[in-house]
């Protein structure tokens, strides 16, 4: 069966920091890899996937992710974070040849200082 | 240009009276979902339509039920809630081919009382 760890549950940085979330996934083959961003009482927004290619994928809001396949690792990065971008993060993997099911990790909850 | 609406956002229910979310959705999307967040939890699969093709996730209690009349509508029902089914509830959709993301709506927030 396929799993997503989110091995922080909490992350504080300081606005104008670097910014590093981890994900690690288990699965048989190599899944579709997403990164969502949820807010306060909102649904999830799509940040980056990844699906084949390039292994370096380009987001939304300066986010980019790199896979990993030799670390079954999928790890979000911003160089420099932002007071809006404190929100809860997913990442989420799907199985290859349907989207109908993702499987989500438990979600890193990043705060930003001033 | 919202995508995928979701009403009530909150939502108050007596304990054990019966409760309907609805969602629609304009991006004619074959797959719908409808997942269970609790606080500080990751979102949790109840079940899922592929076009008229119900699916149920084996965990899902039989307390919760869910009806697509068309491809725009789908309706999360919980016969008896309890306090436990307090949650924020999210339905997505996506296209259903392989690779392609699901689309959230912003949630319905339940609570039990």
């Known amino acids: 069966a396929q799993s997503v760890t989110q091995p922080d549950i909490h992350i504080t940085v300081s606005e104008g920091a670097s910014l590093e979330l981890r994900c690690n996934y288990s699965y048989g083959a190599t899944p579709y890899l997403f990164w969502y961003v949820q807010s306060p009482g909102q649904g999830l927004q799509l940040l980056l996937k990844y699906f084949s290619g390039d292994t370096l994928v380009q987001g939304i809001k300066g986010f980019e992710a790199e896979f990993k396949r030799s670390q079954s690792s999928f790890n979000l990065r911003k160089p420099s974070v932002h007071w809006s971008d404190a929100a809860e993060y997913f990442c989420?993997?799907?199985?290859?040849?349907?989207?109908?099911?993702?499987?989500f990790g438990s979600g890193t909850q990043l705060t930003v200082l001033p | 240009d919202a995508m995928v609406i979701q009403n009530p956002r909150y939502q108050v229910t007596q304990f054990g009276k019966p409760v309907t979310l609805s969602c629609s959705q304009t991006?004619?999307?074959?797959?719908m979902y409808w997942y269970q967040q609790k606080s500080s939890q990751a979102p949790k699969l109840l079940f899922h339509y592929y076009d008229k093709d119900f699916n149920n996730e084996a965990d899902t209690p039989d307390n919760f039920q869910s009806r697509r009349p068309n491809t725009s509508f789908c309706f999360l029902d919980i016969r008896s809630p309890g306090l436990g089914d307090a949650a924020m509830y999210l339905c997505?959709?996506?296209?259903?081919?392989?690779?392609?993301?699901?689309?959230f709506g912003q949630g319905t927030r339940l609570t039990v009382v």
């Open positions: 991006l004619n999307h074959n797959v």
């Open positions: 989420a993997v799907g199985p290859r040849g349907s989207a109908r099911q993702l499987t």
């Open positions: 997505a959709t996506s296209r259903g081919t392989g690779g392609s993301e699901a689309f």
